[in-house]
């Protein structure tokens, strides 16, 4: 900055060993967050913080008009009401959107029979996992489905 105001100094004016050691702790950074593993999710009452193991799947609660996420210990969490899908698909790359109100966590997933996912902790899920034509085709080509065709 320079003294006689707040501003930063022009782009050309840092040298290029410093634009080189700033742009590869940027990258450094956004490779660390990319994979993160542990979450600060937005709760009705606060932040509560979460590990990507125990995440089965989010709902979207259409009476609340909200989501919530299941945990794999069989209890759930609102999630704030201005929370929308693509917050939550941001928070990491294994968050899938599998139709209009679900969204699973894709490390979960164990089998699809039929149209239905099915998760490592089948007690804990209430409600059926179908995967909608609309997002079938994402899904199998993140977790690389191979598909044949019977002749």
Request: aromatic share 8%.
């Amino acid at each position: 900055m320079t003294a006689a105001s707040n501003e930063l100094p022009a782009h050309d004016a840092i040298p290029e060993n410093v634009l080189k050691v700033v742009e590869s702790v940027h990258d450094a950074f956004s490779n660390l967050f990319a994979h993160r593993r542990t979450f600060m999710i937005s709760t009705t009452s606060g932040f509560q913080l979460l590990r990507l193991d125990q995440i089965l799947y989010f709902e979207y609660d259409k009476k609340k008009k909200q989501w919530v996420v299941i945990l794999s210990d069989s209890t759930w969490v609102q999630l704030k009401r201005n929370t929308v899908a693509d917050n939550i698909l941001n928070y990491s790359p294994s968050f899938i959107r599998i139709n209009q109100q679900q969204i699973i966590n894709i490390d979960q997933l164990v089998a699809i029979d039929g149209n239905e996912c099915r998760l490592s902790n089948p007690v804990v899920i209430a409600q059926k996992l179908a995967i909608s034509r609309t997002y079938f085709k994402a899904l199998q080509e993140r977790i690389e489905i191979i598909c044949t065709v019977d002749s």
